[in-house]
């Protein structure tokens, strides 16, 4: 072979080898490129991830102190609702004692009503008979004063009697009779007679 065309191989070969090596270089500049804006996408993402991941935590402690907030919660209606279970039960027993306490006042009422009636009966009789008695105390009444006046009548005969006795001696055979003058010096009869008093007025 001839230099001139051992020459011309060896510079096809190294400008072969320069374009192979360009084509290299320029391959692995976009894929230095390529790899550059993919770790800064990354980045970004990290960035984002980050960003999401504080804002997780912090909505996951919000959960967590609602949780807590919520269980706390929880137990205190739980109390309160076995409370107003009790209060419930009692309010119940207070019915119930109300109710029994009503019937008995009912009953009570009752029997009253039914003593009320008979009392303003007993006040009716009563009343009968307090007219009854007024009229009757009434005739008592004339007829005490009549046996009064009687009475001192009959007193004023027996001092005579005995004024006259120590004065005027007693025939024999005169049955006891005190004669003066040839008459007798006891009293004549008295009769009594009681007529019953008109009804009182109220």
Sequence with gaps: MNKPKIKNIVIVILISITVFSV????IALKEKYALLSELSQK???IVLLESEKQRLTQELEKEKALGVKLAHDKNELKENLKAGRKRLSKLFMDFAVIQKTLDQISSQASLLKAENAALAEQKTKLEQENETLKIKLSSAA???KAIRELRKQARKVGVDMIQKSQSEKT???NQ???IKDGLATTPAKVKIEVTPAPAAKE
Excluded: C, N, S, T
């Design 23 to 26: 084509y290299r270089y320029v």
């Design 171 to 173: 025939l024999e055979g």
């Design 142 to 144: 004339e007829l005490k």
């Design 176 to 178: 006891g009779f005190v």
């Design 43 to 45: 980045k970004e993402q």
